[in-house]
């Protein structure tokens, strides 16, 4: 499909001949800025029964602990796994995880900054490493577990409000 010029303006990673490039932030101002992202962890009916039973404890340990720091780790290390987002001082992340309902955890991660470029990123990758770590510790008793959707629920700070931010 061919780009035309004016969705390649649209789009932000993109230099005037199309070729990616990373954002330059330097001419924003500094602002404070903050995302909310969920990710959602689906388990076929009798293998949420086991980890409601087990209070979400599995062999190797503490599912919603693990995923925690895995998720807070993850999104201190955003920019190494996607390649134009810039390194962010994190001021603080929350990532909570409870029953949504009968078969489905819910994952919240909010993230803050003081930057020139919001968090979204942050939060998204620690919303979705923290689900991954779910499945990788509860793999044992199926691998019909469902990720996702993923999806941004609000950004506050930079040119435009979106949804609720943490």
Known sequence: MARTKSSRSALTHLDAEGRPAMVDVSSKAVTARSATAECRVKFPADVAAQLRASGLRAAKGGIVETAVIAGTLAAKRTHEL??????????????????????????ECSARTTARTGVEME???????????????????????????????????GKRDFGKAG
Do not use: Q
Request: aromatic share 4%; charged share 20%.
């Open 82 to 107: 996607i390649p134009f987002c810039h390194a962010l001082p994190l001021e603080g992340l929350r990532i909570a995880i409870d029953w949504h309902n009968e078969r489905e955890l819910r994952i």
């Open 123 to 157: 939060a998204l990758t620690g919303a979705t490493v923290a689900a991954l770590t779910v499945y990788d510790m509860s793999k044992a008793l199926s691998h019909a577990i469902v990720l996702g959707p993923a999806k941004l629920l609000g950004k506050h700070g």
